[in-house]
T-cell receptor, first 114, second 113 residues
Framework: SQQGEEDPQALSIQEGENATMNCSYKTSINNLQWYRQNSGRGLVHLILIRSNEREKHSGRLRVTLDTSKKSSSLLITASRAADTASYFCATDATPQGGSEKLVFGKGTKLTVNP | GAVVSQHPSWVICKSGTSVKIECRSLDFQATTMFWYRQFPKQSLMLMATSNEGSKATYEQGVEKDKFLINHASLTLSTLTVTSAHPEDSSFYIC?????????FGEGSWLTVV
């Protein structure tokens, strides 16, 4: 079943602008992950944030996690046309010792215009 | 480089036939692999958990007799779509976990005509 809900569903910005995508989920989690998917391709893992972390950075990416609100955000700063893709959040709610199956959100389609 | 390999990348088959998709973990063993399906412009939906040496665990609503999963070795899981119908046309993607982090294959496009 779908756990995450991303918003917006689609986002169109100009190169150089920042892009913010949000994700909400329903159950307690071990971690939340963000993935990128170019059209018709596989998934690229961007960043993982654990349930006891509140913020994480990786290059131009900044992820926040608010477990009290069951929400996360992905910020891409100084966007580039090459950032155009769909972005998904995925939650891992596997009980400890489980097998890390992920539940994906619906995704945000980001278009960065040159 | 890729740590999970999926084959074929795309396949076209006729209605009523069966098609097999392979998922291999490269340079590591995976006792568990996951199969997802993604319809166009939609998100990934977990279909089943593939368990090495035992039966797969299917998600609710996924027909186990239609989507046969075999995980005969620690590096290979296969998904066979049996008696394929046009509505089975989709993007199928597998993942395997290494070091508690999932790695995804490049996916397989299935078109049933």
């Amino acid at each position: 079943s779908q756990q995450g809900e991303e918003d917006p569903q689609a986002l169109s910005i100009q190169e150089g602008e920042n892009a913010t995508m949000n994700c909400s989920y329903k159950t307690s989690i071990n971690n939340l992950q963000w993935y990128r998917q170019n059209s018709g391709r596989g998934l690229v893992h961007l960043i993982l944030i654990r349930s006891n972390e509140r913020e994480k950075h990786s290059g131009r990416l900044r992820v926040t996690l608010d477990t009290s609100k069951k929400s996360s955000s992905l910020l891409i700063t100084a966007s580039r046309a090459a950032d155009t893709a769909s972005y998904f959040c995925a939650t891992d709610a596997t009980p400890q010792g489980g097998s890390e199956k992920l539940v994906f959100g619906k995704g945000t389609k980001l278009t960065v215009n040159p | 480089g890729a740590v999970v390999s999926q084959h074929p990348s795309w396949v076209i088959c006729k209605s009523g036939t069966s098609v097999k998709i392979e998922c291999r973990s490269l340079d590591f063993q995976a006792t568990t692999m996951f199969w997802y399906r993604q319809f166009p412009k939609q998100s990934l939906m977990l279909m089943a958990t593939s368990n090495e040496g035992s039966k797969a665990t299917y998600e609710q609503g996924v027909e186990k007799d239609k989507f046969l999963i075999n995980h005969a070795s620690l590096t290979l899981s296969t998904l066979t779509v049996t008696s394929a119908h046009p509505e089975d046309s989709s993007f199928y993607i597998c993942s395997a976990t290494r070091g508690r982090r999932p790695y995804f294959g490049e996916g397989s496009w299935l078109t049933v005509v």
